[in-house]
């Protein structure tokens, strides 16, 4: 199954970037932009309701989607680093855009994806870069934080394009 | 001050050895099959209350008999003047509408082949003739014998409700695939000689096994056993909340665990490790295994993964999908 995403113009936002030997953690998030809370938002947060989320998984990496309009907020992944694939060099993409991918169709009736495939990591040590492959050559790539590029084809993801990955 | 003086055994009111002492006047219960107070006596064997009860418990008339009516009624169990629901021990219980307040703490206590035990709000397996709740938690005759929902009401184990917990806590058990509900009689008779008092009833294992999310048991289902073995189920008397109490999670497993879209209850990741399919972690963590478990989120089938390293019980990954 693919990931159908669309992509929202916007401004380049912080994120980080982090793997973490010892849980095999890998952690990717991006900084949110704080908007002005709608009477609703904030009646809904006072009785503990919560923005909706989507979790599109693929094997164990999980790639969440949080909010009305179901824009991707982080990924995580419990991976062997000495799994990975390594790379001298991870070229970095030419970007289309900055700004925000969503998820085209969030499902109405299920808060998961499942991808069912296993995604591939290629990383390169020298050049802190690490690129999560999901069997397709992407066509364009968005940036979405300082730390992530997104790359995809006509038919959904294709690739996450991580750099400054911090390992320790 | 009104003092009840009364035998205890499992939650069940004694009749006729139990008496109410009120002022200097001493008075008798007197007691159905299912122990619910249907008369009560003074001193001289005059009666001093009648009461009748439509099958689940509520008042028949509605109309108490006597002004002052006695606090245990229906299955011996406290009625609340006030609210009239009956305290089980585990919950309430509302007569009126014959159900529980709340679901089967723990949703234990489902068979998955008995389709009156998959609501976990009903009591005594819908047939309060024949079978008693005494603590809210598990339905048993009179003599404490658990029966399953069948029509020909097969005998299961002869006091299970008495010895489930026990035996949890004696830590007695393993799991055990059977083949037959004779061999799961000798097993919790085995136990029995085991058991020990009952601690806390939010920790009571169905005999089954159950999932902690869907209220229905899924241990039947559990790979690693037989086709026959899974056409029968499993019984599964698995000490579940020692291990839940000894997981460790790694740093981003517990920030997992705070977010309510991904935490997974401590219960059912036990229950999951216990009794779910092993296999070598892919990710090649040291002495860690993948487990694969089916369980219900929302009543909704879902896989739960679990990577797990045995030797400091340590969750090192886990998501449901």
């Given amino acids: 199954m693919r990931l159908i995403l669309v992509f929202h113009p916007g401004t380049i936002r912080p994120g980080h970037a982090t793997y973490r030997r010892s849980e095999f953690a890998l952690d990717c998030g991006v900084e949110r932009i704080p908007v002005a809370q709608t009477a609703q938002a904030k009646i809904d947060r006072s009785v503990g309701i919560r923005e909706p989320t989507w979790l599109a998984i693929a094997d164990t990496l999980s790639i969440t989607f949080s909010g009305s309009d179901a824009e991707l907020v982080s990924f995580d992944a419990y991976s062997n680093l000495a799994n990975w694939v390594a790379s001298s060099d991870l070229t970095l993409p030419e970007v289309a855009g900055v700004g925000t991918v969503r998820l085209a169709e969030p499902p109405p009736r299920s808060d998961r994806i499942d991808l069912g495939m296993v995604p591939t990591f290629r990383y390169s040590q020298r050049q802190q870069r690490l690129r999560i492959e999901f069997g397709a050559v992407p066509s364009h790539y968005y940036q979405v934080s300082t730390c992530l590029i997104v790359g995809a084809d006509d038919d959904g993801l294709a690739t996450l394009e991580v750099s400054d990955l911090k390992v320790t | 001050m009104t003092r009840l003086i009364w035998g205890l055994v499992i939650g069940v009111l004694l009749a006729p050895a139990t008496a109410r002492a009120q002022a200097d006047e001493v008075v008798y219960y007197h007691t159905d099959a299912v122990g619910s107070v249907r008369m009560v006596t003074d001193a001289s064997g005059a ?37 009239g629901l009956d305290y089980f021990g585990a919950r309430y219980y509302r007569a009126q509408s014959g159900l529980f307040l709340s679901g089967d703490p723990g949703d234990v206590g489902a068979d998955l082949f008995d389709p009156q035990s998959w609501n976990a709000y009903s009591y005594a397996l819908n047939n309060p003739l024949r079978f008693v709740d005494p603590m809210g938690t598990c339905s048993q005759d009179a ?36 083949k037959s509900k004779s061999a799961i009689v000798a097993l919790a008779e085995g136990i029995n000689v085991g058991a020990g008092p009952v601690a806390d009833p939010l920790f009571i294992v169905g005999f089954y096994g159950a999932s902690a999310l ?34 460790n999670f790694t740093n981003t497993v517990l920030k997992h665990m705070s977010n309510p879209g991904r935490m997974v209850p401590i219960q059912t990741l036990a229950e999951a490790i216990r009794s779910g399919t092993r296999m070598p972690d892919p990710q090649g963590a040291a002495g860690a295994v993948k487990v694969v478990q089916q369980v219900f989120v929302n009543g909704t089938p879902r896989t739960l993964e679990i990577i797990y390293r045995e030797a400091d019980k340590t969750i090192l990954h886990f998501l449901y999908k």
């Fill in chain 2, 143 to 178: 003599k404490g014998n658990y029966f399953d929902g069948d029509e020909a009401g097969t005998l299961v184990a002869p006091g299970l409700c008495a010895i489930n917990k026990g035996a949890l806590d004696a830590g007695v058990t393993e799991t055990v695939s059977v």
């Fill in chain 2, 47 to 83: 009666v001093v209350a009648r009461y009748d009860y439509l099958p689940f418990g509520e008042l028949w008339p509605t109309v108490p008999p006597n002004p002052d009516p006695d606090v245990r009624q229906f299955a011996g169990k406290e009625r609340d003047p006030e609210t």
């Fill in chain 2, 214 to 247: 869907g209220g229905l048991g899924v241990a039947g289902a559990t790979a690693g056993v037989g086709a026959e073995a899974i056409t029968l189920g499993v019984a599964r008397l698995a000490p579940l909340a020692p291990l839940a109490g000894q997981l």
